[in-house]
């Protein structure tokens, strides 16, 4: 103990030179500290995958993204009951605004979010996140009126923290070899999630009149016919934040002044652990400030903004693409029902799935993010080029073609998307990477609430151009989407897209 004392003067006071001559010394181990826990766990030679954290990472995304597009399939039909719209036509913009509130209000709070997780630790906020899904989520299928649709929907994306701190969380309790699973994961919930929330809205809204032998028009469900996909969805919340009791915390969390008198143990450095140096007397103990400023941080800023650029291309493409496939052949459709294309989705999701758990890690080991997200990006441009053709096709031609393009553009996006992800989060040291994933929510939700509207506009414009002699109907939609992509590809390039060493 007294050798260890020497050394932790002669650190303090500069004389033992550079500190990573004593590594055991350049960081501590607090014995009630949870970050630190975390730490020396994955320091025992028998670590191997966290799969209780995974599973909770897994669930708590599957949770809060249930309820972002649970609403689109029976959102017409909600406005319509509330009585807003004066005439057919205006149904849908009333519905843009609904289905733009959620994403609003996450935009708004996303850093704010961040820098509570960055204080007080993931936890409460996954905490909080999942509690505002339980309450909001069942108030909006109980809407009595339009603007409380509004109201519940904003405060849903208001409340709901969780992305950012969840991809934080995934990094922290994993060894750095296996950060590609934890993040893949995150991002294989979210788009599962995508494809069952609607699934599960268009199957339970309305019961009343799907089941009308079993529940009669007077009853609860009756007078609320968009609350039972909302109540099992909240229920689902209900059950992960049940589960979440159990989640270890992340955060480092030194008591200050501690000394270190029989209650510190060395630890090795990790490049992951955030600890405070001991090179500050006055600071002893206490976890490393925010000292840098996120907005000058070029690789992270830079990853942010070339994944708000996939960001808005994804969206606009999943709002194509609904449309496009239930359109009429005659306006360049494939005339799909919405039971068609629900199960070209569950296909894709169930795709993606495995593809994310089995090889993408190995794919990303072997390739590295960067790499891979580009090859991505080049194999989606032809593939977004062949949509507008398959309506030459039939039968099962058309339905293998259809549901191919649909897997493998899914499979792209969620590649880039992850390797994105990793980017962002290898960008920072661990006490800035609640506010930096903050900042990356921030920037996606703008991009996924403007993304919709756009690619409505320009998908109506397409229909009515039909005979155009340069990219017709909608060729001229996928187009546009080529160009995103490729000025995507192109920001993953230097000098723009840059790296932290």
């Known amino acids: ?16 030179g550079d500190e990573s001559k004593v590594p055991f010394l350049d ?77 609003f209000g996450r935009a708004l709070t996303s850093v704010f979010w961040g820098i509570v997780a960055d204080r007080w630790g993931r936890k409460p906020v996954i905490i909080i996140g999942l509690f505002s899904v339980i309450i909001f989520n069942t108030l909006f299928g109980l809407s009595v009126n339009y603007w409380m649709a509004i109201a519940t929907r904003f405060f849903l994306g208001a409340f709901n923290g969780i992305l950012g701190p969840i991809k934080a969380y995934a990094v922290e309790v994993c060894r750095p070899e296996h950060q590609s699973i934890a993040l893949s994961l995150v991002s294989t919930a979210w788009g599962i999630g995508l494809v069952i929330g609607p699934a599960l809205g268009g199957f339970f809204a ?51 002044n501690k000394t270190t008198d029989g209650i510190i143990e060395p630890l090795e450095a990790s490049s992951h652990v955030s600890c405070k140096r001991e090179n500050d007397l006055e600071d002893e103990g206490r976890v490393q400030p925010n000292t840098e400023n996120l907005l000058t941080n070029w690789p992270l800023m830079s990853s942010i903004i070339v994944y708000c650029v996939f960001s808005l291309h994804d969206t606009a493409y999943s709002e194509i693409f609904s449309l496009w496939a239930e359109s009429d052949r005659k306006f360049g459709g494939l005339s799909f029902s919405s039971e068609d294309v ?32 580009r090859i991505a990006a080049v194999i989606a441009i032809p593939l977004l080029a062949s949509y507008p053709f398959m309506t030459k096709l039939s039968g099962i031609v058309l339905s293998v073609a259809v549901n191919s393009a649909s897997l493998i553009k899914n ?81 993953t390039f230097k000098p723009f897209l840059a790296t932290r060493s």
Not at 8 to 16: D, I, K, N, V
Not at 76 to 96: K, Q, S
Not at 208 to 237: N, T, V
């Open 342 to 373: 629900g199960e070209i989705l569950a296909i894709s999701g169930f795709s993606l799935l495995l593809f994310q758990l089995f090889l993408y890690p190995q794919a990303e080991r072997l390739l590295g993010p960067i790499n891979l997200a």
């Open 27 to 103: 960081t501590l181990y607090f014995e009630n500290c949870p970050g630190c826990r975390i730490e020396k766990k994955k320091k025992n030679e028998s670590f191997g995958l966290p799969y209780r954290e995974f599973f909770y990472v897994w669930i708590s995304t599957l949770a809060i993204c249930l309820p972002i597009s649970s609403l689109f399939p029976f959102l017409y039909f909600m406005i319509r009951d509330l009585h807003i719209a004066n005439r057919v036509e205006d149904i849908g913009f009333y519905a843009g605004f609904v289905g733009a509130a959620l994403m």
């Open 411 to 491: 499979v792209l996006s969620m590649i880039i998307v992850t390797g994105m992800f990793i980017l962002q989060n290898n960008a920072v040291p661990q006490h800035q990477r609640g506010a930096a994933n903050g900042i990356a929510i921030t920037g996606m939700s703008i991009s996924r609430a403007i993304a919709p509207a756009v690619a409505g506009v320009i998908f109506s414009w397409a229909q009515k151009h039909q005979d155009s002699s340069i990219l017709p109907g909608d060729q001229m939609v996928f187009f546009i989407l080529i160009v995103i992509e490729f000025i995507g590809l192109l920001m």
């Open 206 to 256: 309305q019961p009343a009149e799907k089941f009308p032998y079993i529940i009669p028009e007077e009853s609860f469900l009756g007078r609320f016919p968009y609350f039972l996909p909302c109540f099992f969805i909240s229920l689902f919340a209900f059950g992960v934040l049940i589960a979440c009791y159990w989640l270890p915390e992340t955060l480092h969390n030194h008591p200050q």
């Open 1 to 16: 103990m007294e050798d260890l004392r020497e050394k932790q003067y002669l650190l303090r006071t500069g004389a033992m």
